[in-house]
């Protein structure tokens, strides 16, 4: 069986500064997998490229059996891959009901987008609570919550989530951790990128080390999370 | 004071000229913070456009069928060249330094400026514009209001209502909001942001034309240089409103037609001022309530703080 996403020598970069140089990488369907690394290493850059907001310099990207090269930003949604990005990227001054409704921009089904509201509110019921509100009031955990119902609400194939954790509280941070393997428990598959190398190893079947543009290391979340090397440079052990 | 219902009137009717000539600089500048400098050559190809329709139709036909001729047709010119700058002039340089697309729009607005003047027939003097007829209404005694005027105190509240209902309501409207506070996010819903864009120079080309025409009926004619001073005044309200707030640019172009009306005809009354009067001042006024506003609010009347945006 052909994997969901099938990333083959990518290279991205800004200028004549090469961010991700050359990584390969693929996610099964059902399967969540992990980009873990520190600041700089290119996990985003790779997101931002998966997503068609960047363009790569070479290499293959196959999703669902078709190339993403070349194909625009709102095109790719169309395609079944969702980007919840870093920091987040709510749109502030509309209300928490319209963020959720233009992360389902493409469908027509209105019934079924009502339903996956719903589905959303249930996932996380401050949003139900405060749907009329401008998404730019809410928390920094909320907002998350928010951004991750979003790109829910396309139906995607892959959700891409990069740093869902970012700046956010311990607590609030187990929340959103703890909703995303609930979304894998139903399913999901899931492609993230974390700083947070222990909880997003716990979760992932699969994860991969980034050191400045490349991929280190890969393995199942397990064996990363019991590497050597992993432990001293990501997870805080000497 | 028994003149002040009058200059009311007058600065409404200004300031509703400027307010549907700002929206195209508001939009704009919203969606893809460039300040379209050939805009105010928009609203004076637009007006072009109404004339020449006017001039097609056969001789002595009723205003009630020219006028939405004229409309489509300034209309149609005005819209056609602000999607034609968009796409040929502004989207290639779209991520280059802020500077480029600036320079590019005064460039624009030259060569529109100097295409008309060179191209159309007799344009290097006023071409005499069609008027509307029913002559002057008399409100009341101290007020009298021109059938020319009355279209634009229609035509600007119509224009302003439909826009703030496609925004709020369509899905295209959410989506432009989307675009402007986040384009790459917007993206990232699926919304084509190039598309938005288009729509966005196509709205505020139209709303120009619909100025231009305004601008034909008011003064009596147009002129290849009418963009100039309409656009710079127009560019003021935007500011004034607040750029990049479609409610803020209405709002801006009738405070700065009030204010233009009320000084020129009152600020020579004041004790001490009396060479200040009179319509040679007028844009002088304008401008030194933009730099007022600039001072104390640089925001704008109805802007936010760029804090907010983050």
């Known amino acids: ?238 | 004071m028994h003149t002040l219902p009058q200059q009311l009137a007058n600065g409404l009717i200004l300031g509703s000229m400027y307010g549907l000539i700002a929206i195209g600089y508001t939009m704009v500048y919203g969606i893809v913070q460039l300040i379209n400098f050939a805009h105010g050559e928009i609203f004076m190809t637009g007006g072009f456009g109404a004339l020449t329709t006017y001039l097609i139709l056969p001789d002595g036909i009723s205003m009630w069928i020219a006028l939405p001729l004229m409309l489509i047709g300034g209309g149609l010119v005005a819209v056609l060249i602000a999607v034609g700058a968009e796409r040929f002039a502004y989207r290639p340089l779209r991520g280059a330094p802020r500077l480029a697309p600036l320079i590019t729009a005064i460039g624009l607005s030259l060569a529109l400026q100097q295409a008309v003047f060179n191209w159309y027939p007799d344009a290097e003097n006023p071409r005499v514009f069609p008027t509307l007829p029913g002559g002057a209404f008399d409100i009341t005694d101290n007020l009298k209001i021109q059938s020319g005027e009355l279209f634009v105190l229609i035509a600007a509240p119509v224009c302003m209502a439909s826009l703030a209902f496609f925004v709020r309501t369509s899905r295209t409207g959410r989506a432009m909001q989307a675009t402007a506070q986040d384009p790459d996010t917007a993206q990232l819903m699926g919304i084509d942001t190039n598309r938005i864009i288009v729509i966005a120079f196509a709205i505020g080309g139209f709303f120009a034309a619909v100025a231009g025409v305004a601008y034909g009926f008011r003064v009596g004619s147009v002129t290849y240089d009418m963009g100039f001073v309409a656009g710079l005044k127009a560019f003021t309200a935007a500011v004034l409103g607040g750029i990049g707030n479609i409610y803020g640019a209405m709002l801006g172009g009738l405070v700065l037609g009030l204010a233009e009306g009320l000084a020129t005809a009152y600020i020579a009354d004041i004790p001490g001022m009396d060479q200040f009067g009179g319509q040679g001042w007028a844009s002088v006024w304008a401008f030194i309530l933009l730099i007022l506003v600039l001072l104390f609010r640089p925001q704008g009347l109805l802007g936010e703080r760029v804090a907010d945006r983050a």
Do not use: C
């Open chain 1, 1 to 238: 069986m052909t994997a969901l996403l099938e990333v083959e020598d990518l290279k991205v970069a800004y200028g004549k500064i090469e961010a991700v140089k050359g990584i390969s990488f693929s996610v099964e369907e059902g399967q969540v997998v992990t980009l873990i690394g520190t600041n700089g290493a290119g996990k985003t850059t790779t997101l931002r490229t998966l997503s068609g907001l960047l363009k790569p310099l070479s290499g293959k990207i196959m999703f669902n059996g078709q190339p993403l090269n070349g194909v625009p930003a709102h095109k790719i949604v169309a395609m079944g891959l969702a980007h919840s990005p870093e920091g987040r990227r709510i749109f502030p001054r509309l209300s928490i009901a319209e963020n959720l409704q233009l992360g389902a921009f493409l469908r027509k089904d209105s019934a079924g987008i009502e339903k996956d509201m719903q589905r959303a509110y249930d996932l996380f019921p401050i949003l139900g609570e405060r749907r009329k509100q401008a998404a730019g009031t809410l928390s920094g955990g909320e907002q998350q919550m928010l951004a991750m119902g979003r790109a829910l609400m396309s139906q995607p194939k892959l959700l891409m989530l990069d740093e869902p954790s970012m700046g956010l509280s311990p607590i609030m941070m187990q929340k959103i951790m703890a909703t995303i393997a609930e979304l894998k428990a139903q399913g999901t598959t899931i492609l993230l990128v974390e700083q947070n190398a222990q909880a997003a190893l716990s979760l992932a079947d699969q994860g991969h080390v980034m050191e400045v543009g490349s991929i280190v290391l890969s393995g199942t979340g397990q064996d990363l999370l019991h590497d050597e090397s992993v432990r001293k440079a990501y997870l805080g052990e000497d």
